[in-house]
């Protein structure tokens, strides 16, 4: 169990590198909206062929891809609607400037957590860690964390609340791994589709609501661009890593 603890926490590491990135250096709107496309490029090969298509073997056709792949978009989008709620006070009835951010930490967590379970049984199951699985989550982490990091800069957020919001975060996935080490050995095939797939829907809620609109908005056409080479690279290091 400890050993997946410390995978957990390893890939979700990166979170605090590109919450550091963006704090040292914050990127002009242009570039955030290319990084927001790059990102979102990542995570559309992650959903389609790390954690829906996983569930999909999973299941068997027991129906856990599908409640699980609703049940996290439906998530998500309620989460998503109580941090506009709550954001718009303060933003004088308008969605405030840590929104998008907040948003983009909850779609994290929502897809964080389930992935960093999965992950920690695989090092049950095998007892190595699924390489394919932990460069996903390297590689999406950064620019989804340099994303939200600037929106929550904006929002007025201290460098020091936000290095330890996003510590934090790892330290969550990776006791998500270690609880997924320990209570999933068991588990049906239903219930492991469930959680690859809830995290599939609610990293693709947050993607069509919050990550390719504000990617196209700040970064404009060449954001198509970007977003097929985050694609491309993602699903690259997934073939190769067999």
Same mark, same amino acid.
Request: glycine share 16%.
């Given at each position: ?10 890939? +979700? =590491?990166? &979170? !605090? #590198? ?7 250096r ?7 909206? &290319?990084?927001?496309? *790059?990102?979102?490029? #990542?995570?559309l ?10 569930? +999909?073997?999973? =299941?068997?056709?027991?129906?856990? $891809? ?6 996290g978009? &439906? %998530? *998500?989008v ?5 941090i ?8 004088? /009835?308008? +969605? ?14 929502l ?8 992950? /920690?049984? $695989?090092?049950?199951? =095998? ?11 390297? !590689?999406?982490? #950064?620019?989804? +964390?340099?994303?939200?990091?600037a929106?929550?800069?904006? /929002? ?12 934090? $975060? ?17 588990? =049906?095939?239903?219930?492991?589709? *469930? !959680? ?13 609501? $919050? ?6 908005e700040?970064?404009?056409?060449? #954001?198509? &661009?970007?977003? %097929?080479?985050? *694609? ?11």
């Amino acid at each position: 169990m400890g050993e997946a603890f410390l995978w957990g926490l390893l890939a +979700a =590491s990166t &979170l !605090v #590198v590109g919450a550091a990135v963006a704090i040292v250096r914050p990127p002009d709107r242009h570039t955030l909206g &290319l990084v927001l496309g *790059f990102g979102a490029g #990542v995570l559309l090969s992650a959903v389609s062929f790390e954690l829906v298509e996983k569930a +999909a073997q999973t =299941s068997a056709g027991s129906g856990g $891809t599908a409640v699980g792949f609703f049940a996290g978009s &439906l %998530t *998500f989008v309620a989460g998503d609607w109580a941090i506009d709620r709550l954001d718009r006070p303060a933003a004088g /009835g308008g +969605a405030g400037p840590s929104a998008s951010g907040l948003a983009i930490l909850l779609g994290t967590v929502l897809d964080g957590v389930p992935e960093s379970a999965v992950l /920690g049984l $695989t090092v049950l199951e =095998s007892g190595e860690v699924g390489v394919a699985m932990l460069v996903a989550v390297l !590689v999406s982490n #950064v620019p989804e +964390a340099i994303a939200a990091t600037a929106g929550l800069r904006r /929002g007025g957020w201290s460098a020091g609340k936000l290095l330890a919001l996003w510590s934090l $975060t790892a330290v969550g996935s990776g006791a998500a791994a270690a609880l997924g080490y320990g209570l999933l050995a068991d588990a =049906s095939g239903w219930l492991l589709a *469930f !959680v690859l797939a809830f995290a599939g829907g609610a990293i693709l809620a947050m993607l069509s609501t $919050t990550m390719m609109p504000e990617a196209y908005e700040s970064g404009g056409r060449a #954001v198509g &661009l970007v977003t %097929t080479f985050g *694609f491309a690279t993602a699903f690259g290091l997934n073939w190769w890593a067999g």
